[in-house]
């Protein structure tokens, strides 16, 4: 195979694969490992294609022969880490996303001006898998790295006070979000989430307060009307059975 023909095959084949042509990319990309079988990104794509179809572990052994060839070859290590991800096996999923952090930290370089934000979602994947199967401590871990990487923290935040509540540390759930507000005060999700966590602990006027300084900026969100017209109707009902109780008692 020529070089020219070798490169249209594989330029052809890339193009097939990013347009989601896979029954088109597949046949090239083998074509091309007939005379080529030393570059990586070929067998990344294969292996993303076998993932798609279900054939795990034809594209772990195919994620792997893409590291073998370049053990700093970041899609493949993402993409390997995820199959393991989908497959359970969190801690060799985790051991492969680490390697990948420590070879960058090793090589202080930035070769792949995506890898840190590869690094951040790989991160927030963890963790919600962690948090699925009910590992609060390890998820929390996950996403306190995630942190790490954004300069806005807004995408973890929510995340974090999640696993503190689930840790039945609600308390810190209300102070990370305070912290944050005091920052990024116009964030209203995280008002809200705040407003719940307040309103859990009986902190009601409190979390009233919260709410109502969302819909001051946003009057149509659906979720800080929905949580202020149950505190309102929850306040109601206790009043209502305060009076009935006071009522019973002078009769």
Known sequence: MAFTESTEIL????ESFVEGEYQIAEPLLQQYLLKNNKNPEVYQMLATIYYDRGQFNKAIKTFQRALEIDPSYT????????????????????KVFLSAQQRLEET???SDPFFEQ???QKHIELGDLYLQIERAEEALEQFLKAKKFMSHPGDTILKISQCFAKMDKIGRSVQELQAYL?????????RVQLGSYLYQMNRVFEAV????KVLLRDPSHNEAQHYLQLA?????TEL??????????EL
């Not at 899609?75 to 999923?93: K, P, Q, T």
């Not at 005091?182 to 995280?190: G, I, L, S």
């Not at 209502?240 to 008692?249: K, P, V």
């Open 11 to 14: 330029d052809s084949a890339r």
């Open 75 to 94: 899609d493949a290590s993402v993409g390997l880490s995820i199959i393991l991800n989908d497959i359970g096996r969190y801690d060799e999923a985790k």
């Open 108 to 110: 202080k370089k930035q």
């Open 118 to 120: 590869k690094i951040y």
């Open 182 to 190: 005091r920052e990024y005060p116009q964030d209203n999700d995280a």
């Open 209 to 212: 307060e919260e709410w109502e």
């Open 232 to 236: 309102r109707e929850t306040q109601l």
């Open 240 to 249: 209502a059975t305060q009076n009935d109780r006071e009522l019973s008692e």
